[in-house]
């Protein structure tokens, strides 16, 4: 009898054997979880040689994930790439509520902004209504173009307060006890009405009478409020001088010594 032998061929198992790295994401800015894949075909507790990378990049978008084959002397692994996806970050953007006086300029318009990363700027405007009188304003938040963030925004009010009146009373060119020249009043006093008092000088107590009596006194005018302007008032002090009597004395008809006349 001869025999002869033959040769058995142990060839790499290749049917149903995959690497399949799993789709993963973030929010953007946040880390990059752990890199991960799930294998299919093995046999026993075999493990297969096999590295996972993803393409660079930290901004909103898809990136792929691949998976790349080692030294498997026993597989012929089908490697079935992934997909890792950066979504937005919410960002908020808060106008921020400022005031004025009536007639000033513009304070700069603001707005607080939170949760951006690291050193990133938001893209935005701000703008107001238009009007200068007393009142409120809205103050708008224009989002521009923000590609890593989903954008809040939240408006706020620019209020525009009464100015105060700061009037003056002065009695040069007025004549006491002359109600056609009035005295003059200068000063932002806007559109408001004007009403006189008077008083003894140190005292409260006024009044529109115009005093008759010599003695020291004080004038105020009174500016009503207008829909820009708070109310104000001034003072100014002012005399009534005693008049200087002249006598004439005559002796007509008097005899010296007539105690009776």
Same mark, same amino acid.
């Given at each position: 009898v001869t025999t002869l032998n033959g040769v058995c061929t142990i060839m790499k198992k290749s049917a149903d054997v995959t690497v399949t790295a799993n789709n993963l994401g973030k929010v953007y800015g946040e880390d990059d979880p752990e890199l991960t894949a799930v294998v299919t075909g093995l046999v026993g507790d075999d493990t297969l040689d096999y590295t996972l990378s993803r393409a660079e990049g930290e901004n909103v978008g898809e990136y792929a994930i691949t998976v790349t084959l080692g030294n498997n002397p026993n597989y012929d692994a089908a490697a079935l790439n992934g997909t890792f996806t950066i979504t937005k970050k919410d960002a908020t953007i808060t106008a921020n509520d400022i005031s004025k006086v009536y007639g000033t300029n513009d304070p700069e318009l603001t707005a607080t902004v939170d949760g951006t990363v690291g050193k990133d700027k938001l893209n935005y405007t701000l703008e107001r209504a238009e009007g200068e009188n007393v009142g409120e304003y809205e103050i708008?938040?224009?989002?521009?173009?923000?590609?890593?963030?989903?954008?809040?925004?939240?408006?706020?009010?620019?209020?525009?307060?009464?100015?105060?009146? #700061?009037? @003056?009373?002065?009695?040069?060119?007025?004549?006491? $006890?002359? &109600? /056609?020249?009035?005295p003059s009043v200068t000063g932002n006093i806007g559109h408001g009405d004007v009403a006189y008092a008077y008083a003894k000088k140190g005292s409260d107590e006024f009044s529109s009478d115009?005093?008759?009596?010599?003695?020291?006194?004080?004038? #105020?005018? @009174?500016?009503?409020?207008?829909?820009?302007?708070? $109310?104000? &008032? /001034?003072?100014?002090d002012f005399t009534i001088a005693k008049a200087d009597i002249t006598p004439t004395v005559t002796l007509d008809g008097w005899t010296y010594g007539d105690e009776a006349n």
């Open positions: 708008t938040v224009n989002p521009g173009e923000n590609p890593n963030y989903d954008v809040t925004v939240t408006n706020a009010k620019l209020t525009i307060e009464k100015a105060d009146i #700061k009037p @003056v009373v002065t009695l040069e060119g007025w004549t006491y $006890g002359d &109600e /056609a020249n009035k115009v005093p008759t009596d010599a003695g020291d006194y004080t004038v #105020k005018a @009174v500016i009503a409020e207008t829909a820009n302007y708070n $109310g104000g &008032e /001034a003072t100014a």
